[in-house]
């Protein structure tokens, strides 16, 4: 189902089942609300997203269950680079992918103004993640409170590999994509987000990871809180085909865990951390990662 250029949308009470690609397609739309939503699509095939919001705004989704191989909820501006998906609110759902259950921002999109609460995501490869390409993408004013993030992977190539949460501002520009790389036009990548209040129940740390160091300039992620958490890192069910990583696909370069036990790892990111504990309420071990 594909709604370009609509305004005032109503979807309540759907069940979709099995949709071989996108699902609900969202492009250039305003002022829609999705309640009580059931997608089951399968959890091997890929591009067979949930539902994917692009350059579209006040948005509220409520209610629901999705199933998906891949993307539960994707917000991006994939089809206009200049066109922010903004203004949304995310509550009360329960997710499962193979993939990434929550993507917020992709490569040179602009995202903005998101708040997510009361949401489960159960066994995915990656609960929540936002991808920026430095200088081009934005992510910023996200808050996301009172989640249980459970990270299992997958076998195959899907992105993600276990973990709870990823911010990441590395480059991935796909070479074959459609349009020229931008021109920078944003000093940050990521600024302004909250994690307050969450369960995460997942196989790798949370991954925090910018390609550049500020230097002269402003970091790349900024103002990133992250504020009462339980983080338990689970044994894999099954071994991880990309080893012990943070997964930092389609970027070039994944970064290695070094030891067991870590609960954060972070490079070249201003963060805020408070009372980051594990299911035993004893402090994890918060890892910046060097050169």
């Known amino acids: 189902m594909f709604f370009h250029q609509c305004a005032n949308l109503r979807l309540d009470g759907l069940r979709i089942l099995n949709a071989p690609c996108w699902t609900l397609s969202f492009n250039l739309c305003q002022a829609i609300k999705i309640t009580h939503l059931t997608i089951h699509n399968s959890l091997i095939l890929p591009n067979n997203d949930g539902m994917h919001f692009t350059g579209s705004r006040d948005i509220l989704i409520s209610g ?38 929550l993507s917020v921002g ?16 159960r066994k995915s490869n990656r609960a929540f993640v936002s991808m920026c390409h430095p200088h081009t ?30 911010l990441m501002v590395t480059p991935h ?26 369960t ?13 160091a500020a230097g002269a300039a402003a970091a790349l992620i900024q103002n990133v809180q992250l504020k009462d958490l339980t983080i338990q890192i689970t044994p894999e069910e099954r071994p991880s085909l990309k080893g012990n990583v943070i997964d ?23 963060l805020r951390l408070e ?17």
């Open 64 to 101: 629901c269950h999705i199933v998906a191989g891949d993307d539960c909820v994707a917000l991006s501006s994939i089809t206009d680079w200049n066109a922010p998906c903004e203004n949304v609110v995310i509550s009360n759902c329960v997710f499962q992918s193979a993939s990434k259950a």
């Open 248 to 270: 930092l696909a389609p970027g070039p370069q994944n970064y290695a865990i070094p030891r067991p036990g870590i609960g954060i790892v972070y490079r070249n990111a201003a």
């Open 275 to 291: 009372n980051i504990v594990d299911h035993n309420g004893q402090p994890v071990e918060i890892l910046e990662i060097e050169g």
């Open 200 to 212: 995460c129940l997942s196989e790798r740390p949370i991954g925090i990871v910018a390609s550049e």
């Open 106 to 121: 992709y490569m040179h999109s602009i995202v903005r103004n998101v708040l997510i609460e009361n949401v489960i995501v």
């Open 173 to 198: 520009h796909i070479s074959g994509y459609r349009d020229p790389l931008p021109a920078p036009r944003f000093d940050a990548g990521i600024r302004n987000v909250v994690f307050s209040n969450l």
């Open 137 to 166: 993408g934005l992510v910023e004013n996200v808050r996301v409170a009172n989640c249980i993030f459970e990270g299992r992977s997958y076998g195959g190539n899907w992105w993600g590999n276990g973990e709870a949460i990823v």
